[in-house]
């Protein structure tokens, strides 16, 4: 027998091969296309930090949720940018808020072809940027963090989503969430728990396009990117919460937490590609440095194949085209 016999290469020979032999393979509908919306302005806003992606208007957001549609991902996560903000974060459930605004516009323009889902975190609404209320001595208090949640909850069902995202990192909000939606009849609504967190510098464009009024960081409440078992603690508690789909962010930082979830979770496991993931890409793309379209195909290929069932990307609808 003539060394090598075993010739892995055979496998990889032409692009018919290789597609037909692909372990890991993406589809439109496991795509989820994060927007902006921002109270107040006449026309979209790009961020400058994040190419291609703006804050819009309303009106815009509508007609960027049909192109989602029409593009046939699985879904669209809002998050509001108000005109005023506070210390408590009011604007973020009050009703008639820019977040529960735009939720009710989205669901009236897709109806059931997309998932409609909100970010259910006070950062974008606060004076002092953090994901909850402050106690005397500038620390987040974590109980009644909580119970504005559960207010958040119920203003952004009443306003027609389907699935929240708690993502401030509070102990205990997936089941402060998930009771304060049962109790007031929305039993339907659903819950995309942010499990794994982790405070990141990577976070840094998703702040200039929430307008953030942080001045430090999240570190007592979010992840320690150093960790990795708590991961598993954090996705024990919230499936026992009743998390109905759970998530790992960042993704690429984050591939082997993101496998081990996947691999111990008994719900679906969502990954989210956070701003600087996707700022990282479009600037050494700008540059000329690397393929852009490639790159964002392997990028995404990596968290599918680590175990992402779905995934949160701001190229969402470019990739589904290209798909």
């Not at 029409?70 to 879904?75: K, P, R, T, V």
């Not at 998703?206 to 009024?213: G, M, T």
């Not at 793309?285 to 964002?296: K, L, S, V, Y």
Request: proline share 5%; glycine share 8%.
């Amino acid at each position: 027998m003539t060394f090598p016999a075993i010739r892995p290469r055979r496998l990889r020979t032409t692009p018919a091969m290789r597609r037909l032999v692909a372990e890991t393979r993406l589809h439109p509908a496991e795509l989820i296309l994060p927007v902006f919306v921002r109270e107040g302005i006449s026309e979209p806003v790009p961020v400058s930090s994040m190419p291609g992606v703006v804050q819009h208007t309303r009106e815009t957001l509508r007609k960027a949720a049909v192109e989602a549609a029409e593009a046939g991902i699985g879904g669209i996560m809002l998050f509001g940018v108000p005109e005023h903000k506070d210390a408590t974060g009011s604007a973020g459930t009050d009703p008639d808020g820019i977040l529960q605004q735009a939720i009710r516009d989205v669901v009236a323009e897709v109806g059931d072809r997309l998932v409609v889902m909100s970010d259910l975190c006070l950062d974008e609404f606060t004076d002092h940027g953090h994901c909850g209320v402050l106690a005397a001595d500038g620390t987040v208090d974590n109980d009644a963090t909580l119970e504005r949640y559960a207010e958040m909850a119920v203003v952004q069902a009443e306003a027609g989503v389907h699935l929240v995202g708690p993502s401030g990192m509070m102990d205990g909000q997936v089941g402060v969430v998930r009771r304060a939606l049962d109790e007031a009849g929305h039993q339907d609504v659903g819950i995309l728990a942010y499990t794994a967190k982790y405070a990141s510098a990577l976070y840094g464009p998703f702040r200039e396009a929430v307008a953030s009024s942080l001045k430090g960081d999240r570190k007592t409440y979010q992840q320690d990117l150093a960790n990795g078992r708590e991961a598993l603690r954090e996705l024990e508690q919230d499936i026992a919460e009743g998390a109905d789909l759970v998530m790992v962010k960042p993704a690429m930082p984050c591939l082997d937490i993101l496998r081990q979830v996947a691999d111990a979770s008994p719900v679906p496991v969502a990954a989210y590609q956070i701003s600087g993931e996707y700022s990282m890409v479009e600037a050494a793309a700008a540059n000329g440095w690397i393929d852009r379209d490639r790159t964002i195909m392997e990028t995404l290929t990596s968290i599918r194949r680590a175990g992402a069932e779905q995934i949160l990307t701001y190229w969402a609808v470019e990739a589904a085209r290209a798909l």
